[in-house]
Structure formats: structure tokens, C-alpha cells
């Protein structure tokens, strides 16, 4: 039966709602299309997403979401048993930055599936193809996922940690990490405007040389002195 046949043959209704249902496709294929006409995706070599919801069956503590990249999955485990009968964690782990519209489709899809007390977040140790001002234009619409898709959530920006060379003891800030400073400024003007709270881990990190491991990732025991504090500071929001 040829197409055309086919159709005829059809229930009229069925007809008109595959005929909505193709309009609407079109018209959102066409509203991406519009939307990205623009916009240059800029990816690694290897791109990699994780997202882990520990006691997803269970309603009775509050829920936290830890999204941030191979840092937050360093401290990750840490936070979990930190927090153990005080509120249950999920990560989203992700090597998607500011400026790649994939980031916030995982975004999405983690606060489509769950609801969140707290959101402790940090994305800043990727996407180096993309400008300072990539990075200023995305903030913000990071911050308008978070408030359209989780409105009860509470909010906690982790700054982003150093980036250090010369091995074996990487006493020195490598170059890249200017930029890891201006991006923690870029950052530190949109939290400032919506009074979210910081957790400062560069801080943290900034003077101890000995916690690096790599130039980049830190030591286990410097990643559990790291959960304490992102423990901390989520205890602190759940308890206001």
C-alpha cells in the first residue's frame, strides 16, 4: 500500500493528531536550529558525563546535588558519608563547561528526575576553547536552569580549584590559572547579585602545593579535608 493509500485509510482523528504532532517537531527542530544558528560548540577530545543518585528510592532526608567535573567526583564519596543520615547525595559529574548548551541538558535532565534541597555547584576546569565572555554570557542562564527547573532548591557555588606545574611538587600556579581566577571573579559577580552562598575550595587550595596530585585532581587526603567542607557549608544552607 503506498503512502497516500495508507493514510486514507486512517481514522480521521488519528490523522490530525500526526499531523499536530509533525507540526510541533518541525517547529521545535526549527526553534533549535534558530536557537544555535549562533552559537559555536566547542568539545574534547573526550566527553564524559556521570550521574550517580544514591538512595533514590527513599524520601524521608533531604536530597543534594553535587554537580561539578573530576573534582566533585574526588570529594564526592566524601560528602556521602559526611552526610550519612543528615540528607542523601547525587552528583552530576560532567566534562561539559559554560558556553557548551549540553551542559545544561544535563542539568535538566538530573532536576527533571529528582527534587533537590541544596545544589552545590561548580563547572570550571573545562571548555578552555571558550572566551571569558563565553563564559560571562553563560553564567547567568545556568542560574536560570536552576531556578526554573528546581524553584525550592538552595543554592552553594564551589569556586574553582588551581591548576599548578612543575612536578613532582607543583609549587608553581601554572599559567592556565589566571584564567581559573578570572573565571572565579566572572562567577563571584552573578552570586553576589543573587546572595548565593560560596564555598571557597580555592581558597582552600591556593597555598598547599603538597595536595596536588597531578597539577589538576588532589590527593585523598586533601579530597576528604575537601568533602568536610563541602559537607559543611551544605549542613549550614539545609539548616536555615
Sequence with gaps: MDAGRLIQSLPLRLIIYLSLAAQLIAADESSVRSDNTDMKIIRESTEWCD???????????????????????????????????????????????????????EIELILSQYKFAVIHFNNGLHGWGYTDDDYRA??????????EK????????????????????????????????????????????????????????????EHSSDGIHFKPEAAAAQAK????????????
Aim: proline share 6%.
Design 51 to 105: 550521574m550517580r543518585v544514591y538512595e533514590a528510592t527513599k524520601e524521608d532526608l533531604p536530597r543534594v546535588l553535587l554537580i561539578g567535573d573530576s573534582i566533585s567526583g574526588g570529594y564526592f564519596q566524601g560528602v556521602v558519608n559526611e552526610l550519612k543520615g543528615k540528607a542523601y547525595v547525587a552528583r552530576l559529574g560532567t566534562s561539559k563547561s559554560l558556553g557548551d548548551p549540553a551542559l545544561f541538558g
Design 138 to 147: 553563560a553564567f547567568p542562564k545556568m542560574i536560570a536552569v536552576f531556578k
Design 229 to 240: 567542607q563541602v559537607a559543611k557549608c551544605i549542613i549550614e544552607v539545609l539548616s536555615k
Design 150 to 209: 528546581a524553584p525550592g532548591a538552595k543554592l552553594i557555588w564551589a569556586t574553582t580549584t588551581t591548576v599548578r606545574t612543575g612536578k613532582p611538587s607543583f609549587e608553581q600556579l601554572a599559567p592556565q590559572n589566571e584564567r581559573v581566577k578570572v573565571r572565579n571573579r566572572i562567577a563571584a559577580e552573578f552570586i553576589a547579585k543573587e546572595g548565593i552562598p560560596v564555598n571557597d575550595l580555592y581558597a582552600m587550595e591556593e597555598n598547599h602545593p
